[in-house]
């Protein structure tokens, strides 16, 4: 699970159909910088730090294996220690 | 799902037979820059902005699981914020 | 497998019902250097090396396929000899 | 799919069962510059573009899902245009 | 397939029940130059090249899809030509 933060919002209208109804967010991850696009379950808001899942397991988190997402938002961080 | 933008075509004559009848597509990633070849399944347009999948992700988005593609456009985006 | 080492813990309250009761640790790639998140399934503590597996097999190693996990700690590192 | 260069050959007499028989190739990927080895199905020969797949999508490619190789050339490019 | 090059040994004697008795070695990716853990299933040795396979595929060379290894060594390389 990569360590992201949540940094927009995405509108597509023309998209497949398994993605209709999803959340889609733009997270940025915290360790190379990248920015893309995940799902969210879990009700992140911006500014949030959040851990995100990629491929198959974003489906599963998704709930149904023939969705067209392959990345997901599974959670919010509280808190996160380094030592 | 990363974010990229359509820049071109591809043509292929001798390819594995379920790629037959789909439209290839080049797509530059915005993050990394990085240039390959997605399915596309939503009619997207040179210079759109698009959400790409990876993976068995593609297939499912095809509605072929033995599709020979790993990477489908899914979706056009209309607009990003980043806050 | 990835040769990472264990460097801390997160904590996250609001998450995807099957991650519940996981023990999640902050681990840190030895090559690239990147941090991520690695669900533990063998009592890894903080600053050991450990062995980390990423997609599908994380989802083996803890023992259930519906699991929104995508990467797992599966062995602690006695030794690693290089020639 | 990514665009590779087909730069050389690979020979290997102890390998995985699955393996015998695939015509194994060594592939340059024109965006990473990264080398590595995909079993062609397409009868693709030194120096052509080519398309490849990776992971379970290679396998479906190669026509049965217990093959030992994650990434096969699926596609001959005759032409690629960027605009 | 990547193309790697066996570097290492790695003990570990607390690990995921379903690595028991594989022989894990440390390999090094020709192209990136990493250093990550692959099971072997074709007897190499330490200095040899080596084909390695990565995800679901490893388990499938492995022979167990429940097996907790992601990466797996497939062949040894008796020759490979680059023209």
């Known amino acids: 699970m990569t360590i992201c ?3 927009g919002h995405v509108w597509a ?3 497949e159909d398994t993605l209709m109804g ?3 967010m733009v997270v940025e991850d915290e360790t190379t910088g990248a920015s893309f696009v995940a799902a969210d ?3 992140a808001g911006i500014g949030e730090r959040v851990l995100v899942v ?5 489906r599963r988190a998704l709930g149904r294996d023939d969705c067209a997402a392959d990345s997901a938002i599974v959670g919010i961080i509280d ?4 030592k």
């Open 41 to 43: 379950v879990v009700g």
């Open 5 to 7: 933060k949540v940094t």
């Open 54 to 58: 990629a491929g198959s397991t974003a």
């Open 79 to 82: 808190n996160l220690q380094r």
């Open 22 to 24: 999803l959340k889609l």
């Open 13 to 15: 209208t023309k998209k």
